[in-house]
C-alpha cells in the first residue's frame, strides 16, 4: 500500500494515471486525504464541513468503474474541496455565515454537477470570510484559518480555506471565488497556484452573490497542470446563468508546455509603487527574468488608473458594496437561514438580519446602502462606474502592445492573525494588485515565485486579455519550472 503523505502530495495527472492501472485505488487516496483532514483540521482549519461519508461512497463508485472496465472522466477519483458558498446539494452551504448556518441546498452548482461528472471525489466545504468580505479569512463564524507555512499568520482570503487545504494536502484541487482577489492573494500567501478566470467563463449558477458583476469561480491546485485540468472541467457556457459567456470551452491542459518564446511581457510601473515590501518585489522581479530567459520579451508599460489604488480600490469598494447591499437583501428569514424569534414582521427582518451577519458584513452592506442611496448615487456609485470603464480601457490599450502582464499578486507575504482586523483600510489596501482585474473582467493567474527570509511563499501575478487563460497557465508552466 502507498505511503499516505507521498500520495497526498503527488499531482493530480500522475494520481489519475496511478488509479487508472490500479497502483492505488479511489477509495485509497480519498482516505489519505481524510486522514491528512483530521490530522490537520484542528491546528489550520481549513473546513468547515468534512463529507467523509459521502466522499467513501464517491470513491467507492469510481473504482467501482475501474472494476468494470467503464470509461472514467477527467478527474476520476481525484478528491476536491469547494469554498462553502458553493452549492452543494443536501450538503450544507453557510459562506461561513449565521445567517446560513442552517442553509442545505437542495440542488448542486454547475460547477458540482461538472466536477462529480468528471469522477471528482467532493471531500468538504472550505473556510472562508463571510460571503467572501475579506481579505484574510478571520471573518468567519468558523474561525481563523491558519497559513500551513507559519500558523501564526493568516491563509489570506476570503479563500483561506481552498488555498490552506490545497497547500497541506488537505484535497488535490479546491475551488474558491474571485470578486476582487480572493483566489489569487490566499494562492500566494500559501504558495499555492491560484487562477481567476475570465468574467462569464465559469458559471455561476449555483454560487451564493457577493457583487455579482465581479464575482468568479476558479481554482486552486499544487501546481500548473492540475489547475488547468479542473479549469477545463468547470469552464464553459451554461444556460443557467446568463452571464455566462458562449465561447468554446477551454482545452488549456494541452497547450501547456509551449512555452513564453515570442510573447511580450508588460510590466506596469505602478503596480511596483511604494508599500511593495522589497522582498516580494525581489521574488516577483526573478519570476519576471524567468520568463525573459525562457524568450518572453518584456517592456515596461503604464496603467494611469488601473494601478492606481486610489482610484481601483475605492471604484471596487464602492461597486462591491453596492452589489453586496442588493444581493444580501434576501436574507431576511422568510425563505431560508437564520430566523428570529418573533412574530412582528419588521421585527423579524431586523433581529434576523442583525444576529445572522457579521460585522464586516453589516459595514458593507450599510457602505453599498449608503453609495446606492438617492443624494448619493451620482457622486458614488455612477463615478465608480465610470472609473471602471477607465480601467478597462487601460488594459485594453495596454494588450494592443503586450500578450501578458506581470506584477506582484499582494504587497506583503502572509501577515499575522488579528495584525489588520482592527483597521478595515488596512485590510482593503491588501488588495491594491488584485481588484483592477475583477473590474476589468479579464483572466489572471498567481504562481509562486518564490520565498521571503522567513520562508514564506510569495506569489507572481500575470493578467491576460479575456478568454487567454491559456497564455497564463503556459507562462506560469515556465515560472514554476525554473522554481523547482
Ligand atoms: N478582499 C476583497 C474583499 O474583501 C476581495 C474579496 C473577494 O475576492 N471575494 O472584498
Do not use: W
Amino acid at each position: 500500500m502507498a505511503v499516505e503523505g507521498d500520495l497526498n502530495e503527488r499531482p493530480a495527472h500522475e494520481l489519475i494515471d496511478a488509479l487508472k492501472s490500479g497502483e492505488v485505488s479511489a477509495r485509497e487516496l480519498t482516505d489519505s486525504v481524510l486522514a491528512a483532514i483530521e490530522r490537520q483540521q484542528e491546528q489550520i482549519n481549513a473546513y468547515i464541513t468534512i463529507d467523509a461519508d459521502g466522499a467513501r461512497e464517491q470513491a467507492d463508485a469510481v473504482d467501482r468503474r475501474i472494476a468494470a472496465g467503464e470509461s472514467l472522466g477527467p478527474l476520476a477519483g481525484i478528491p476536491v474541496g469547494l469554498k462553502d458558498l458553493i452549492c452543494t446539494e443536501g450538503i450544507k452551504t453557510t459562506c461561513a455565515s449565521h445567517i446560513l448556518n442552517n442553509f442545505i441546498p437542495p440542488y448542486d452548482a454547475t460547477v458540482t454537477q461538472r466536477l462529480k461528472a468528471a469522477g471528482a471525489v467532493i471531500v468538504g466545504k472550505l473556510n472562508m470570510d463571510e460571503f467572501a468580505m475579506g481579505s484574510s479569512n478571520e471573518n468567519t463564524i468558523a474561525g481563523p484559518v491558519r497559513n500551513p507555512h507559519d500558523s501564526e499568520r493568516v491563509a489570506g482570503g476570503s479563500s483561506g480555506g481552498s488555498a490552506a487545504a490545497v497547500a497541506s494536502g488537505q484535497a488535490t484541487l479546491t475551488l474558491g471565488s474571485d470578486t476582487g482577489g480572493s483566489i489569487r492573494q490566499p494562492a500566494s500567501f500559501c504558495g499555492v497556484v491560484g487562477l481567476k478566470p475570465t468574467y462569464g467563463r465559469v458559471s455561476r449558477y449555483g454560487l451564493v452573490a457577493y457583487a455579482s458583476s465581479l464575482d468568479q469561480i476558479g481554482p486552486l491546485g499544487r501546481n500548473v497542470r492540475d489547475t488547468s485540468l479542473i479549469f477545463d472541467v468547470i469552464a464553459g457556457h451554461d444556460a443557467h446563468d446568463s452571464t455566462s459567456a458562449d465561447v468554446p470551452s477551454p482545452n488549456s491542459a494541452a497547450q501547456l508546455e509551449q512555452g513564453v518564446e515570442g510573447l511580450t511581457v508588460g510590466i506596469p510601473n505602478e503596480f511596483f509603487s511604494e508599500g511593495l515590501d522589497s522582498e516580494v518585489e525581489t521574488a516577483v522581479r526573478k519570476g519576471i527574468a524567468h520568463l525573459e530567459s525562457r524568450g518572453a520579451k518584456i517592456v515596461d508599460v503604464s496603467l494611469p488608473v488601473a494601478g492606481h489604488p486610489e482610484y481601483a480600490i475605492a471604484a471596487y469598494y464602492i461597486i462591491a458594496t453596492a452589489e453586496a447591499s442588493s444581493n444580501l437583501s434576501r436574507y431576511d428569514g422568510v425563505k431560508y437561514g437564520h430566523r428570529a424569534d418573533t412574530d412582528d414582521l419588521i421585527e423579524l427582518y431586523e433581529q434576523t438580519r442583525s444576529e445572522g451577519f457579521g460585522d464586516e458584513v453589516k459595514r458593507r452592506i450599510m457602505l453599498g446602502t449608503y453609495a446606492l442611496s438617492a443624494g448619493y448615487y451620482d457622486a458614488y456609485y455612477l463615478k465608480a462606474q465610470r472609473v471602471r470603464t477607465l480601467i478597462k480601457a487601460d488594459f485594453e490599450r495596454t494588450f494592443k502592445s503586450c500578450d501578458i502582464l506581470a506584477t506582484p499578486v499582494a504587497p506583503t507575504t502572509a501577515f499575522k492573525i488579528g495584525e489588520k482586523v482592527e483597521d478595515p483600510l488596512q485590510m482593503y489596501l491588501s488588495d491594491i494588485y488584485t481588484v483592477s482585474v475583477n473590474l476589468a473582467g479579464i483572466p489572471s493567474i498567481s504562481v509562486p515565485c518564490g520565498k521571503s527570509e522567513a520562508g514564506l511563499p510569495i506569489g507572481l501575478q500575470l493578467l491576460a486579455p479575456p478568454f487567454e487563460e491559456d497564455r497564463l497557465f503556459r507562462s506560469a508552466r515556465v515560472v514554476e519550472q525554473e522554481l523547482t
